[in-house]
């Protein structure tokens, strides 16, 4: 096999085991640099028992690395301990990119920082967007600052959340990137045979039932549709603390034969529940990029949703503001065009228009970028620290620094000629 | 005689095999640490030296009345953990391996101390090259996988040679495993048929 023509490092906090988004979006993205051929390695942490090299999929390694995690899936945060086992991997694996994910992770800012003192390119995805209020929030966003102050390229998953990014960490708008995320359109497929619309209209939500995602909001609409329209049905799946006021909303309104509450749907059943609707709503009141949606639009079903980051094109969405009056109007009018959507047709655009393949070709020219980038000596990068705050600036600039001298005395110790380079395994398909 | 032999900065592979090449000759691959006696000792010297001087400041720091009683107290610690130590000081490890019998691995300390396990043929279900990893840093290691027990024994308990040195003994481990388990089917075989 010929020699890859990038050799990636992925790292974060969350992958699999873990379920979630950014698990996913690291797995297919990996999947199809692999199909590209390109060299993929990740690097996450382990989750109980799962410790060391595994092998994924079409060869995709990934190291899960023996530190503990302390709170909410992240390791704990040593700044420096995770330099000799970043240094290890990267000599071992001959890594010429290294992209870290997700603004929460601890282990991917540590990563990123020490793989900048060795002057390895750096590429920066973040998921989700994040206030500027509260005390965590002004420290995640410090920390931000710093690991995105010397950062080769960034991407942000929708303008939504590169306006967020930006605003948060004062990175140039020119070096962040904006790459949509795709959906697995092979599993969401519509239905064979569509249900019958001229009877039961059935509008499916599934998402958490929390403040954040808008649970409060359709506590409002559901009665109020019901009321407006006999013949149409809601299906909820999802769990949350709010799953309680829905639960009294049913009661009060009379709604159990209407209202079918299904709990927590594990991630492999989303596609049966949505393939028995014809509208799928979203009630979030902020997403970076709402994944739903484009399974929803993936599977035939027409979208309700409020203005969320997350592009669908304007035949296949009806938009709303976060307020009650005004998606009932918004469901009103995708009742109204829902004879003439065709599940087909909406699936093979969403093909076309969101494939992960695409991503991996879009993330594959911000790695050449990245290469492209020139090497700044210490001096240089010191520089770029200083301008974060007046003390700030001087504590990421001391840190950087400690930092460096800690990789010379570790290469005294342990020279780079003694880090034996791992074989590439090939995986015939 | 020695048929082949590796070297890198720390460790030396040796590859023993018996005169005649034939099936059931005994072949021996050891890996030895590339130390004089003298080099593993005076590391140990140099790190009770600094323990002695870390104590001693720090006892300074603390209790300043009596300098002598601390210093008496750090060198009595900093021999015993000298002691303690050296019997760790590995000189060789070796793996004998003998056909259709099992196979013996052996470790040899600097002190003259040897230390060696046994393991017969059958029991012995599959040699296999891991990565290890710890939280500082990833390593190749040749473990057994053995019938009967759920952890992987490790070949070279203290050392860690490349994985250059490591792949002719997992080959040279995988014709023994697999002419005996083929050997087993062949008997199995006639068993049933006759």
């Known amino acids: 096999m010929a020699e890859p023509k990038l050799r990636v490092l992925m790292v974060s906090d969350f992958f699999f085991p873990n379920f979630g988004g950014v698990e996913n979006h690291i797995y297919y993205l990996s999947q199809c640099l692999l199909n590209l051929g390109h060299k993929v390695v990740v690097m996450t942490h382990a989750y109980g028992n799962r410790s060391g090299v595994r092998y994924m999929t079409g060869g995709l390694k990934v190291y899960y690395v023996p530190w503990r995690p302390f709170t909410m899936q992240n390791t704990f945060p040593t700044v420096y301990g995770t330099l000799p086992i970043v240094r290890t991997i990267l000599k071992r694996e001959r890594i010429t990119v290294v992209h870290g994910h997700q603004a929460f992770s601890t282990l991917c800012h540590e990563a990123l920082m020490h793989a900048r003192t060795m002057g390895y390119r750096v590429v920066f995805t973040d998921h989700s967007l994040y206030g500027f209020a509260d005390v965590g929030s002004i420290h995640m966003n410090k920390v931000l600052q710093f690991t995105l102050a010397d950062i080769d390229q960034a991407i942000c998953v929708s303008h939504t959340s590169k306006e967020n990014t930006v605003l948060r960490s004062g990175l140039a708008p020119g070096k962040v990137f904006m790459i949509p995320n795709a959906v697995d359109t092979a599993m969401f497929k519509p239905a064979d045979v569509r249900p019958s619309s001229d009877d039961v209209i059935t509008i499916v939500v599934i998402s958490r039932l929390v403040y954040r995602k808008g649970a409060d909001l359709l506590v409002e609409v559901i009665p109020e549709v019901c009321r407006l329209y006999p013949n149409v049905r809601f299906v909820v799946g999802g769990d949350g603390p709010k799953h309680v006021r829905l639960e009294e909303m049913r009661e009060k309104h009379s709604l159990q034969d209407r209202v079918e509450m299904l709990g927590a749907v594990p991630h492999s059943r989303v596609r049966s529940v949505l393939v028995t609707g014809h509208i799928f709503l979203n009630s979030s009141l902020t997403e970076a990029f709402c994944i739903a949606i484009l399974e929803a639009a ?31 109007r918004a469901i009103e009018k995708a009742i109204s065009i829902l004879p003439s959507i065709n599940p087909e047709e909406m699936h093979n655009r969403m093909k076309k228009l969101y494939s992960w393949q695409d991503v991996a070709k879009r993330t594959e020219i911000v790695y050449d970028r990245a290469l492209k980038c020139s090497n700044r000596n210490l001096l240089e990068r010191l520089s770029r620290f200083l301008s974060c705050g007046a003390w700030a600036g001087k504590v990421f600039c001391m840190v950087m620094i400690i930092d460096y001298l800690l990789w010379r005395l570790l290469q005294l110790l342990q020279p780079d000629d003694d880090i034996e380079e791992a074989p590439d395994i090939n995986f015939c398909n | ?142 473990s057994l996988f053995l019938r009967g027990e759920e952890q992987l024994t490790l070949v070279f308990k203290e050392l860690r040679p490349s994985l250059k040195m490591l792949v002719p003994i997992w080959k040279a481990l995988c014709t023994v495993i697999s002419t005996d388990q083929s050997e087993i089917i062949t008997e199995e075989k006639h068993v049933v048929s006759g």
Not at chain 1, 310 to 315: E, I
Not at chain 2, 28 to 49: C, E
Not at chain 2, 77 to 89: A, E, H, M, P, Y
Not at chain 2, 93 to 98: K, L, N, T
């Open chain 2, 1 to 142: 005689m020695v048929s082949s032999s590796l070297s890198s900065k720390r460790y030396t592979y040796i590859h023993e095999s018996g005169s005649e090449t034939r099936r059931g000759a005994i072949d021996i691959h050891h890996v030895i640490i590339n130390r004089s006696r003298s080099t593993g000792y005076a590391r140990l010297m140099g790190l009770a030296f600094f323990l002695v001087i870390l104590g001693v400041s720090m006892y300074s720091f603390i209790e300043k009345d009596n300098p002598v009683r601390t210093l008496s107290w750090s060198c009595l610690l900093s021999g015993f953990f000298v002691v303690i130590q050296s019997r760790k000081l590995v000189k060789k490890e070796s793996v004998i391996i003998m056909p259709t019998f099992g196979i013996q691995i052996e470790t040899q300390y600097l002190s003259g101390k040897t230390v060696s396990r046994f393991i017969p043929i059958d029991k012995i279900l599959k040699p296999m090259l891991v990565e290890c990893v710890t939280p500082v840093t990833c390593y190749w290691s040749l």
């Open chain 1, 298 to 328: 993936s599977c035939g079903l027409l979208t309700v949703s409020t203005r969320v980051g997350g592009v669908l094109p304007d035949d296949m969405v009806v938009l709303a503001e976060p307020d009650p009056d005004d998606m009932v």
